[in-house]
Antibody
Framework: EVQLVQSGAEVKKPGESVKISCKGSGYSFSTYRIAWVRQMPGRGLEWMGIIYPSDSDTKYSPSFQGQVTISVDKSINTAYLQWSSLKASDTAMYYC????????????WGQGTLLTVSS | EIVLTQSPDTLSLSPGERATLSCRASQSISSSYLAWYQQIPGQAPRLLIYGASIRATGVPDRFSGSGLGTDFTLTISRLEPEDFAVYYCQQYGGSLTWTFGQGTKVEIK
């Protein structure tokens, strides 16, 4: 069974850094891309970017380019989303998701990581 | 960038009724690149439909998708209590980019 398990909720102050994770299991991690999706409180879904674990090739949405960093450690089947200097507007639920080998949709999702940024 | 506009924002219906949700693209897209998701409050999104009309594994057949070009529809033939949720359409824009519609909330009338 394909599973994406995300790290727990984080509470941070503005200006702090954070790195959240998404661990894949039940499939060949290196050969499937992992995407990140933001959901601000009471709002819709926004695609942030995607990484290919095999070669770490990464593509960002223009809205998030330069604002976050997506990375991967394929030795431990884990993808990451990180911020170097948080803002209150980064408060949101963040999901990782995986497209299938042939298809341009996301058929597996993590449970979400709630990031709260508040002074 | 292709923009997806969903309508209505909120649909108020009773269990057993038919729900028709619309997703309109700002320019024509391939049906292969259009998907629908369901999100129940407090849960992660769940894939319902891909390729505009193909039900994902385990999705009940009361859910159906249709459309082509710029106009796509998700239909729930008879609403069950567990179907009251928010529904999103999504399109793949090529070159590893995706966009979502703003969502339609299906609420109990």
């Amino acid at each position: 069974e394909v599973q994406l398990v995300q790290s727990g909720a984080e509470v941070k102050k503005p200006g702090e850094s954070v790195k959240i994770s998404c661990k894949g299991s039940g499939y060949s991690f290196s050969t499937y891309r992992i995407a990140w999706v933001r959901q601000m409180p009471g709002r819709g879904l926004e695609w942030m970017g995607i990484i290919y674990p095999s070669d770490s090739d990464t593509k960002y949405s223009p809205s998030f380019q330069g604002q976050v960093t997506i990375s991967v450690d394929k030795s431990i089947n884990t993808a990451y989303l990180q911020w170097s200097s948080l803002k209150a507007s980064d408060t949101a639920m963040y999901y990782c998701a995986r497209p299938p080998s042939t298809g341009w949709f996301f058929d597996s999702w993590g449970q979400g990581t709630l990031l709260t940024v508040s002074s | 960038e292709i923009v997806l506009t969903q309508s209505p924002d909120t649909l108020s219906l009773s269990p057993g009724e038919r729900a028709t949700l619309s997703c309109r693209a700002s320019q024509s897209i391939s049906s292969s690149y259009l998907a629908w998701y369901q999100q129940i409050p407090g849960q992660a999104p769940r894939l319902l439909i891909y390729g505009a009309s193909i039900r994902a594994t385990g999705v009940p057949d009361r859910f159906s998708g249709s459309g082509l070009g710029t106009d796509f529809t998700l239909t729930i033939s008879r609403l069950e209590p567990e179907d009251f949720a928010v529904y999103y359409c999504q399109q793949y824009g090529g070159s590893l980019t995706w966009t979502f519609g703003q969502g339609t909330k299906v609420e109990i009338k």
